[in-house]
């Protein structure tokens, strides 16, 4: 499409129930006019009208000119906030003024090609509405000069309207991630940055703004995410003039990047989202991601790790009869955590000695592997290639390739620093070694963690600034051993859930959510993970009787139940359950195994329950003929019995049979008599199942029920 036919008027791109219109008017950078639900087809001359109709009155005080905000704004087009481009040519050039000399059209999408002569550098900006319906957006930015273009920063901005007036973000720590926060959208900017090098367990997944009191299944809410694995920024500002945004982009360290003549930095994707409610939000990310040609196509493996299991204490006897109990549950993937290799006996030492260790396994890993193959399961190993321990081999013979300032060692953490894989030569080793031992085992899954955060994380001699080439070096690591072992599949564990965005899920096939696996902790992580990412790409364990995090005790059923829609695996001894908790474990597995092409595939969805000790959520089937719900009891309720059980999402004109689901179906509470309806279940319309709902089951704290909606007819006329 020629730049004269795109800019006589806006553009309208629709897809996947959002509309998207542009104004690319008058030669500058394109400023969204709506974003947000589809308008349906409209008019060009229509196009016009609302996109002049949106043009702001001049007041007292104000510029002349209207303020042409853009999705990279520019402090040329009057707009005095955060800035779109940061940087300078040696003092100058500190003000960019694109404006566009083409634009490509491509489906749902376009590439708007700008320059700014003066500050000689130019700019492509790429928007696409996904089929899901998220709009992503990037930037590319050129220095055309003949000198060196500093960059401080880019961000990109989406407007929002001013409807939206409370912000959600989660923030969080080791062992408690994914906390919800929320305050008001006041005038002014309310920004959130990572410094770590990584997301950190700390990170928003999603910026929203929405509606006051915006909740999963109502209000007005829109969200951003940067698809980014090392720092980076996200902020919501609102101006006096009127105009709020959310923006968001790669967060730079002094002097990271500094583009030579005919340089280029690409930004990464900033991904918007928006719903009535939380939950359409997140089904457009959950939706997209199930559309990648990579992602995960097979029954996700239910997985045994060996971590809370058995520590640093490797015995092949123990570990082989472990893998002999797991195999008689079902388990369908065993991984063999830390302590393999090298002088690894603790977490002080070896780290980065990627050798089996002859000292624990004398024959090599050949022995476990080939029991746990002959098992019928996969063998996955655990590796944390980007770290390295001062007392190890690695590091004593090349101290050199350590992030750090010049002259001395960045602050220690758990005994470890990080490894530059921005040095070609540390790049190479690290390669060499997993590579070696991909091509030696029968490995199917590495479980890759990123236990620290960059500190200080200086490059080469000179110590400049390296979290963005060493994140641009994890990247093309993780891409080239997944180029030469087909079907090889990793989780990115990151002290849990601390490197959690859309762009390392673009190389990686799951997530682990956090290090804690209580299950009451984890009912608060795994739902504001799902916020982001669906539950087949989260790793949800059945620990042991006892939390090894927090010491609190549960029963089986309640840690079952916790980990039963997501990604499904165990961390705990299971050879030293009894006979009893080893049945009931394999009655959950197989329960999981029948109803995971439901789980991993369907709607996530989550009652809005006036009771703040009851949680509702479930799985509803793409067709709608199908949900699993979960019924969970946090803590005592102080209506006496519970109230009602409303159940969202379903065919509101369908017919459905709704039970207890086995082996979910035991309630353990003070009822003296149990629910009429518990008993032969109950068939109801979805509309009367979300509007009026059943009697809740009255449960002890810290219990769930599973209940399940069959499709069985439609009503009657």
């Known amino acids: ?164 007036t409370e912000l959600l973000t989660t923030t969080g720590r080791h062992l408690r991630e994914r906390v919800p926060q929320r305050q008001p959208f006041t005038f002014g900017t309310f920004m959130r940055e990572s410094r770590r090098g990584r997301p ?17 299944r109502s209000g007005r809410v829109w969200g951003v995410h940067v698809a980014w694995s090392g720092n980076h920024r996200v902020l919501a500002e609102r101006a006096i003039s009127g105009e709020s945004f959310l923006a968001g982009g790669e ?21 918007g989202s928006h719903g009535n409610g939380l939950d359409e939000l997140a089904s457009r990310f959950h939706e997209h991601l199930r559309a990648r040609p990579h992602h995960p196509s097979t029954p996700r493996p239910v997985t045994l790790n060996t971590w809370e299991a058995v520590y640093f204490d490797h015995d092949l006897d123990r570990l082989t009869h472990l893998a002999d109990v797991a195999a008689e549950l079902g388990v369908e993937r065993f991984v063999l955590d830390d302590g393999w290799f ?68 960045p602050v220690a953490a758990r005994h470890q620093q990080v490894l530059d894989l921005g040095n070609p030569d540390a790049f190479a080793h690290i390669l060499g070694r997993l590579d070696a031992l991909l091509d030696e085992y029968p490995i199917a899954y590495l479980k890759w963690d990123h236990n620290r955060d960059l500190v200080e994380p200086g490059h080469g001699a000179g110590g400049v600034p390296g979290v963005h080439r060493h994140t641009l070096a994890v990247y093309r690591l993780l891409d080239e051993l997944r180029a ?117 595939t369907g709607t996530r969805v989550h009652a809005d329950h006036p009771d ?8 509803v089937a793409v067709d709608r003929d199908d949900a699993v719900f979960a019924v969970t009891q946090l803590t005592t309720s102080l209506q006496y019995p519970t109230g009602t059980l409303r159940l969202p999402g379903l065919d509101p004109d369908a017919v459905y049979d709704v039970r207890p689901l086995p082996p979910g179906d035991r309630i353990e509470g003070m009822a003296l008599e149990p629910l009429p309806w518990w008993r032969n279940g109950v068939r109801l319309t979805g509309r009367a199942l979300a509007e009026v709902g059943v009697r809740a089951p009255v449960q002890f704290p810290e219990r769930t029920v599973l209940v399940r909606a069959r499709r069985i007819d439609a009503p009657s006329p």
């Not at 690894?344 to 002859?358: A, E, F, M, N, Y």
């Not at 703040?612 to 799985?619: I, K, S, T, Y």
């Open 484 to 600: 030469r072992h087909h079907g090889l599949e990793i989780e990115s564990c990151a002290s849990g859930g601390a490197r959690v965005d859309l762009g390392i899920m673009e190389r990686t096939d799951r997530i682990w959510a956090s290090d804690c696996i209580d299950p009451l902790e984890r009912e608060e992580i795994q739902r504001w993970t799902e916020l982001l990412l669906p539950p087949e790409l989260i790793g949800e364990h059945v620990g042991s009787p006892v939390a090894h995090t927090t010491g609190r005790t549960h029963t089986l059923d309640f840690r079952a139940a916790s980990a039963f829609f997501g990604h499904l695996g165990i961390e705990w001894d299971i050879a030293q359950a009894d006979a009893g908790e080893r049945a009931r474990m394999a009655e959950w597995i197989t329960a999981h195994k029948a109803l995971r092409g439901l789980l991993h």
């Open 342 to 409: 090298g002088s690894r006996r603790d977490d002080t030492q070896g780290l980065g000695d990627w050798h089996v260790s002859p000292d624990v396994w004398p024959a090599g890993l050949h022995p476990l592997a080939d029991h746990v193959v002959d098992r019928g399961m996969q063998f996955g190993l655990w590796v944390e290639p980007e770290m390295v321990n001062p007392d190890s081999d690695l590091a004593r013979a090349h101290p050199d390739w350590i992030l750090g300032a010049p002259g001395r060692a």
């Open 200 to 216: 950190g367990a700390d990170a928003t997944l999603v910026l929203a703004a929405g509606e006051r009191g915006f909740t999963s």
């Open 1 to 164: 499409m020629s730049l004269t036919s795109v800019t006589t008027a806006p553009l309208h791109l629709r897809a996947g129930g959002t509309s998207v219109v542009l104004d690319l008017r008058g030669g500058g950078l394109p400023r969204i006019v709506h974003w947000g639900h589809d308008l349906g087809s409209i008019a060009p001359e229509s196009l016009v009208e609302l996109a002049d109709a949106q043009v702001p009155p001049r007041v007292t005080g104000s510029l002349d000119s209207p303020v042409a905000f853009a999705v990279l704004p520019e402090q040329s087009a009057g707009w005095l906030g955060t800035p779109g481009v940061s940087g300078h040519r040696a003092g100058s050039a500190f003000s960019t003024r694109f404006e566009v000399d083409g634009v490509d059209a491509r489906g749902t999408g376009l590439v708007v090609h700008a320059a700014d002569p003066a500050a000689e550098v130019a700019v492509d900006v790429e928007l696409e509405i996904t089929p899901s319906g998220l709009l992503r957006v990037r930037a590319g930015l050129t220095n055309t000069g003949t000198s060196v273009f500093d960059l401080e920063g880019l961000v990109l901005a989406l407007p929002v309207p001013d409807l939206a």
């Open 251 to 271: 967060l730079l360290l002094p002097g990271e990047v500094r583009l030579e003549p005919g340089a280029r930095y690409e930004s990464p994707w900033l991904y």
């Open 612 to 619: 703040p000790a009851l949680r509702v959520h479930g799985v």
